[in-house]
């Protein structure tokens, strides 16, 4: 459990009255990142206190919450973003998650009467104007010297899934439109990637995106080139394959990683163009900031770029990478700030 960290947003003064106090978690597979929202009165809002739980050594996300507010009363909300699956009883469920999530529970618990559920990746998309501060690399387009890119702006991010949203700047408040693009088709053309991706469509009649673009993808895509140079797989989870790719004499992991690298790049190049991503891509969450030098010397930008005639297009486009950090609770208040007036 990591101790309480400062924002860079200031804390808020405890002698000044509050408009606003609510929770935002983000809630993942491994870690439940949670932050205290506070609002002063005619004041930006702030991110007053920031904390992240090991979601393995707590019984349920209400303890986590619990534990969280025992010295931060008064919150008028709980906003959590999350993958999963609402069933009947209201509850969430995810295949990553040692837990269900019940919002009427934790309403319970908590004592709070107001506990909405946004999707995680929808969340992220909502951060999308805090994310140019956090770029640590730029893989594709025009410098920071050059005028800024205007338009939508595309999240795309590998973790659990393949998760794509856009973030477009409307008035009289900007619109977050989440997509499965995770479900698209995946397809190419390059002779040594047609042959893996062959063996992988030997059990399946389809095969999307993110049956290979995300963490689970990589082990199939580990074992597909595997089973293509006639070897037994040596690794059993993504991050084994990323460090033997970037650490190990592994040519395997490494033409793995070559391979998996290349495939986003003409994803993501193709969801610029079917989305009209002017405005710039992001890419956020899983893995990729561990592999941000390796993506940065790939075929990830030459893919992107590869287009026909909507190259010089895609030039115009930035493509950066953003660490996830406090993206999901960023983002997930910006959510609540943006619709907390219809939900109350």
């Not at 993958?83 to 469920?93: E, M, P």
Request: charge should be negative; hydrophobic fraction near 45%; proline fraction near 5%.
């Amino acid at each position: 459990m990591a101790a309480i960290s400062r924002s860079a947003y200031a804390s808020a003064s405890p002698d000044v009255p509050v408009a606003i106090s609510f929770i935002a978690a983000d809630v993942g597979g491994t870690h439940v990142r949670v932050g205290h929202m506070v609002q002063a009165r005619d004041a930006a809002i702030e991110l007053s206190h920031y904390r992240t739980y090991r979601c393995a050594e707590h019984a349920s996300l209400q303890a986590i919450l619990e534990d969280f507010l025992q010295q931060r009363r008064g919150v008028d909300a709980v906003v959590i973003a999350s993958a999963g699956v609402a069933l009947d009883d209201g509850s969430f469920i995810s295949n990553n998650l040692p837990w269900a999530i019940s919002p009427s529970r934790i309403g319970a618990v908590l004592a709070v009467r107001n506990v909405h559920l946004v999707n995680d990746f929808e969340a992220v998309a909502y951060a999308a104007p805090q994310m140019e501060q956090r770029a640590v690399l730029q893989l594709s387009g025009p410098t920071p010297r050059h005028a800024r890119a205007n338009g939508p702006i595309l999240v795309v991010g590998p973790g659990t899934g393949l998760g794509a949203a856009l973030w477009i700047d409307a008035k009289p408040r900007a619109i977050v439109l989440a997509t499965e693009a995770g479900q698209v088709a995946l397809a190419s053309t390059h002779p040594r990637e047609y042959a893996v991706l062959q063996g992988l469509l030997r059990d399946r009649h389809y095969l999307p995106l993110e049956h290979v673009l995300s963490g689970p993808g990589l082990l199939h895509l580990y074992d597909a080139v595997c089973e293509l140079h006639g070897a037994t797989p040596r690794h059993r989870l993504p991050a084994a394959v990323t460090h033997a790719a970037l650490h190990e004499d592994d040519a395997l992991a490494r033409e793995c990683l070559e391979i998996f690298c290349g495939l986003l790049g003409s994803a993501v190049g193709d969801m610029a163009l079917a989305y009209g991503a002017a405005g710039g891509i992001y890419l956020a969450g899983g893995f990729l900031p561990t592999i941000g030098q390796f993506l940065a010397g790939s075929a990830f930008a030459e893919r992107f770029l590869d287009k026909g005639n909507m190259r010089a297009v895609l030039e115009r486009i930035p493509v950066k990478l953003v660490e996830h950090g406090q993206l999901g609770v960023l983002g997930a208040a910006n959510w609540y700030l943006q619709h907390h007036t219809d939900l109350s």
